[in-house]
């Protein structure tokens, strides 16, 4: 190598090591604002509130407005993510529950939401995410709500029927499913696959063409899909890149999801309401009864009053034979004017009106 391209070589390192040592020194100047800002809270009467996710999609939103790159929008976003959990981490460590075992998709969405300097608490079911919460066990909990090509979660919109905790917030997360089981396993000899059923179903033209003589177990979890298939002979499982790594499973297909841009929402569950952030969604139940042109009827005052609604879902009420209630979404926070008398006429039509929780809309 020439002289001139060693110099300029050494030129940008040294450059390197001033930025290094700039942005060490700035990340623990917000840090030491992070325990001062503690300081303050904890100073002040009444219950205080460390994490707040309006600020934090504040904050997020504001950075990647003002990236230039080359570094991508996620990629940013996952850095300032990371910025931000170790600073709260100094104010007050959290616990977040979600659905189990350790390596489930789950986990990743907490991981994305909150960052990694928290605790996560692995838990068998999605209802046991809620009592862990609700009995002060966790601060906030992650379960799955609805997945881009196989709808929703049933069991997570039953439990908002009777749980008191609010939704306060949501992450999106790209979902690649990976055939994986024990190093050198010949395909044509295994004969079962294991895998959450929302994960079979999203391989299921995959599985029909590469495995169909295979009988698909659906258990519940990937992630002790993972486990049975290390334990068990002639068998795989569907999962994801971190259940492989967690039970030692080599990946034998990447990428068998169906659809290429299939992603999975997942909600975090707590028991605090969440101030407006600028750009926010709201979740509610609503029930009315059963006679001609009650859905419209229920639904009307969101248009007359201008909110967009952005999904409904309806579910067995549980109340009576062919009573049902149904989930919307829609955009806006509960403290803005149109919003509230939308909900002040919707509230009069209805037998059952819920506000689940205003929160922001998921940042990537």
């Not at 990371?82 to 789950?106: D, K, Q, R, W």
């Not at 605090?272 to 419209?296: F, I």
């Not at 229920?298 to 009053?305: D, Q």
Request: proline residues 5%.
């Amino acid at each position: 190598m020439s002289d001139d391209f060693e110099q300029r070589l050494a030129a940008i390192r040294e450059q390197i090591d001033g930025l290094d040592d700039n942005i060490l020194q700035l990340i623990n100047q917000r840090a030491a604002c992070a325990q001062e800002v503690a300081q303050i809270k904890r100073a002040t009467v009444g219950e205080t509130h460390f994490y707040r996710p309006e600020r934090e999609a504040q904050v997020l939103r504001r950075v990647l407005a003002n990236s230039k790159g080359p570094l991508d929008s996620e990629e940013m976003a996952r850095l300032f993510r990371e910025i931000m959990s170790a600073c709260l981490a100094l104010e007050e460590p959290l616990t977040i529950a979600f659905l189990g075992p350790e390596g489930t998709f789950t986990q990743a969405a907490a991981l994305k939401h909150f960052g990694h300097s928290v605790k996560t608490l692995a838990l068998p079911a999605i209802d046991e995410v809620f009592r862990e919460v609700e009995a002060g066990g966790a601060h906030y909990g992650v379960v799955p709500v609805e997945n881009s090509t196989e709808g929703v979660i049933n069991h997570t919109l039953d439990m908002f029927m009777t749980s008191p905790l609010k939704i306060s917030g949501e992450v999106e997360i790209r979902i690649h499913q990976h055939l994986i089981g024990l190093a050198g396993v010949d395909l044509e000899q295994v004969d079962t696959v294991y895998s959450h059923q929302q994960s079979l179903a999203q391989c299921r033209e995959w599985l029909d063409a590469n495995l169909p003589s295979a009988e698909r177990i659906a258990i519940n979890s990937n992630a002790e899909a993972a486990r049975l298939a290390r334990e068990t002979p002639g068998t795989v499982a569907i999962a994801g890149e971190t259940a492989a790594q967690i039970y030692g499973l080599d990946l034998l297909a990447r990428n068998i999801e169906d659809e290429p841009d299939n992603t999975t929402r997942f909600l975090i569950i707590g028991k605090q309401s969440v101030p407006p952030s600028g750009h926010d969604k709201t979740s509610l139940l609503v029930s009315t009864p059963n006679k001609p042109g009650a859905l419209y009827h229920l639904l009307e005052p969101l248009a007359r009053n201008r909110v967009s609604m952005t999904r409904i879902e309806s579910r067995p009420s549980r109340r009576g034979m062919w009573d049902y209630v149904f989930f919307v979404d829609i955009a806006g926070h509960t403290e803005e004017e149109n919003v509230q008398q939308a909900f002040t006429e919707l509230s009069s039509e209805s037998s059952l009106f819920k506000v689940l929780g205003s929160y922001p809309v998921a940042v990537l």
